[in-house]
């Protein structure tokens, strides 16, 4: 079945550096790709997504970027700031609501 | 705050037991998702609702179930509840069409001892 993986697990940045998470999907039908931001308590909050009719997204300090060859996504995080600090999930979907999500990146960017 | 509620946000019962976890969701959507997050685990996708009927269906042992009501709040039962059991449970809703965004609540964390 469908499977996502990401790296790294963890991410320690200090503020104003770049942070640059990774994804590996699976299945080469996947054609939408969201990314979660999950702050401590909190439920999880889509912070940007691409489809795949599109390589690069950008949204202020976020993009994702999307290789269909290669199948693997990032989010790009520049000018990092200490309110960055959570859990990033990214996932995956092919023309349904179902996403499979990786096992998450926790970042941690100290002032 | 995404506009979707779950209760309780704390449950602690013991291995056997049954529970019920609530979900309500945003305004105006349609489609309610329930997610299980292990420790140290991605999200995992248990199953869907949309306007009252089951649409898709992940990994969800037989030991649960979850329905969605006539006024589109749902619930997730577990039961014969194990330690593995224990864990975040989430709750995400969209307005159903496809790969709209999903609204996740704040989660009921699980323990089971």
């Known amino acids: 079945g469908e499977n996502v993986e990401q790296h790294p697990s963890t991410l320690s940045v200090q503020e104003g550096d770049s942070a640059v998470i990774k994804c590996t999907y699976s299945?080469?039908?996947?054609?939408?790709f969201p990314w979660y931001k999950q702050e401590l308590g909190k439920g999880s909050q889509l912070i940007i997504d691409i489809r795949s009719n599109v390589g690069e997204k950008k949204d202020q300090r976020i993009a994702v970027t999307l290789n269909k060859t290669a199948k693997h996504f990032s989010l790009h995080i520049t000018e990092t700031q200490p309110e960055d600090s959570a859990v990033y999930f990214c996932a995956a979907s092919w023309d349904t609501d179902k996403l499979i999500f990786g096992t998450g990146t926790r970042l941690q960017v100290f002032p | 705050d995404s506009g979707v509620t779950q209760t309780p946000k704390h449950l602690i019962t013991a291995t056997g037991q049954r529970v019920t976890l609530r979900c309500s969701p945003r305004?105006?959507?349609?489609?309610v998702y329930w997610y299980q997050q292990s420790l140290d685990q991605g999200l995992q996708f248990l199953i869907q609702y949309y306007n009252g009927e089951e649409r898709a269906k992940g990994n969800i042992l037989e030991r649960f179930s979850a329905q969605q009501f006539p006024d589109l709040h749902s619930e997730l039962n577990l039961s014969s509840l194990e330690l593995g059991d224990s864990a975040l449970y989430f709750c995400?809703?969209?307005?159903?069409?496809?790969?709209?965004?999903?609204?996740f609540g704040p989660g009921t964390r699980l323990l089971v001892l």
């Open positions: 299945d080469s039908a996947s054609n939408y």
């Open positions: 995400a809703s969209s307005l159903g069409t496809t790969q709209e965004t999903q609204y």
């Open positions: 305004s105006g959507d349609l489609s």
